[in-house]
């Protein structure tokens, strides 16, 4: 299995079409592996030649001209209180500490 590739409709109304042809495929294929998010979806099989192969397909058996790329990372933030640290009153707001990789940054 390769990383993951990110393909995107060149349009939101060909977004649904790329959805079913994926589906189908990955019917048809059980070595490809679809990922839909709200905001994404990923593919990957079994090498760089397989996803070749998949999108040549969306191209000519579906007629989907869709755009790739490396998947984007969603970066979260979390507020992480134990036994009362992390937090400051003052003059009735909280202000949060922050830990980015174990590091605690105020």
Not at 64 to 86: C, I, N, Q, S
């Amino acid at each position: 299995s390769i990383d993951p590739i990110r393909v995107e409709a060149n349009s939101s109304s060909e977004q649904s079409r790329l959805s079913a042809a994926l589906s189908l495929l990955s019917v048809e294929d059980p070595s490809l592996v679809v990922e839909e998010t709200p905001t994404t979806t990923l593919i990957s099989g079994l090498g760089e030649l397989h996803m070749e192969i998949v999108l040549d397909r969306l191209r000519r058996e579906f007629g989907l001209e869709v755009r790739t790329g490396k998947p984007a990372v969603a970066y979260r933030e979390t507020v992480d209180l134990k036994d009362g640290e992390g937090t400051v009153e003052t003059d009735g707001f909280v202000e949060y500490d922050r830990a980015v990789g174990g590091v605690r940054l105020q």
